[in-house]
């Protein structure tokens, strides 16, 4: 049945919920980004997918979110865009997990690719971050979420960080990383050099918890008074993994590496919380 809140779907086995299908067992096995496909979960993110051109294949909510729903992509540059309402138990047993927040959309990762990078960022960018094998999804979508917060204007990653558009770290960015222009990297420390050759004037940091780095206090007082004109060089900021930390290729081609003093007898941050106080003292630099 169809209305204005969207097309009520009774039976689970409806071809139409064929993209919901066992969508936690897909995500797991890397089946969907294969697909070529990208899932949303909760209405902020669902508005965002809605902004984008032709991403939005298809929207899934319960009955409660159906109205709410119904407006926002009446109110879309898709208003179109076909949506389906169903009991929460039946989205429960297509998804494979109970849906607490009540919604999820179905996306198409290429229109991801056509919007964030109709520009270059990486080449006219002034704040770049780079993730070197952040595999953690949790962290990756933190840090996705503070290069929004902070003005960051592209991301590189490694080929072993986490997709950023995989569903929690999607959630956790809170739709960040739909925004965020990224661009993928077989080998890291082979594209910061290349990138250095394209820009001369370029900075990169390498987050270090090491004593014998440099603190990032004192590595913004340079890049404040290291730049042309009166402006700071644009500056990468590399994040590595939890206890790995960043390479010893990409540090060997950093121009420092740089630590958040912290309280002694405590060993690190999380990676994601290390990127956001960086990525803080950076952009505060940049808007002197």
């Known amino acids: 049945m169809t209305s204005g809140m969207g097309q009520r779907i009774a039976d689970p086995s409806d071809p139409r919920l064929d993209d919901y299908r066992f969508l936690r067992d897909r995500d797991l096995s890397g089946a969907r980004r294969a697909e070529g496909l990208l899932v949303g979960e909760t209405l902020p993110i669902i508005d965002i997918m809605l902004g984008i051109p032709n991403l939005t294949r298809s929207v899934l909510t319960s009955p409660r979110l159906a109205e709410r729903t119904a407006a926002a992509i009446a109110a879309s540059r898709h208003p179109h865009t076909p949506h389906f309402v169903a ?8 998804a494979g997990f109970h849906v607490h927040r009540g919604a999820l959309a179905i996306g198409v990762r290429s229109a991801i690719e056509r919007h964030q990078l109709r520009s270059d960022p990486f080449l006219r960018g002034t ?7 952040v595999s953690n999804m949790d962290n990756v979508g933190s840090i996705f979420r503070s290069c929004a917060a902070f003005g960051v204007d592209g991301v590189l990653l490694s080929r072993h960080s986490h997709d ?7 959630r956790v960015s809170m739709g960040h990383a ?3 222009p990224f661009t993928w990297c077989d080998d890291l420390a082979s594209s910061l050099c290349d990138l250095r050759a394209a820009r001369p004037t370029l900075h990169v940091l390498a987050a270090d918890a ?11 007082a340079q890049r404040a008074c290291g730049g042309q004109d009166g402006h700071p060089p644009p500056t990468v ?9 960043v390479s010893a290729a990409v540090r060997d081609g950093a121009n420092a590496c740089v630590r958040i003093p912290i309280a002694p007898g405590v060993d690190s941050l999380n990676a994601g919380v290390a990127a956001g106080i960086c990525l803080h003292r950076l952009s505060q630099i940049a808007q002197k």
């Open 87 to 94: 009991e929460e138990s039946t989205l429960a047993s297509l």
């Open 127 to 133: 704040l770049l971050v780079a993730l070197d094998d």
């Open 164 to 170: 950023p558009l995989y569903r929690k770290a999607l």
């Open 178 to 180: 739909l925004t965020v």
């Open 210 to 220: 090491s004593p014998d780095a440099t603190s990032i206090d004192d590595a913004c």
């Open 237 to 245: 900021l590399v994040i590595g993994a939890e206890f790995a930390g």
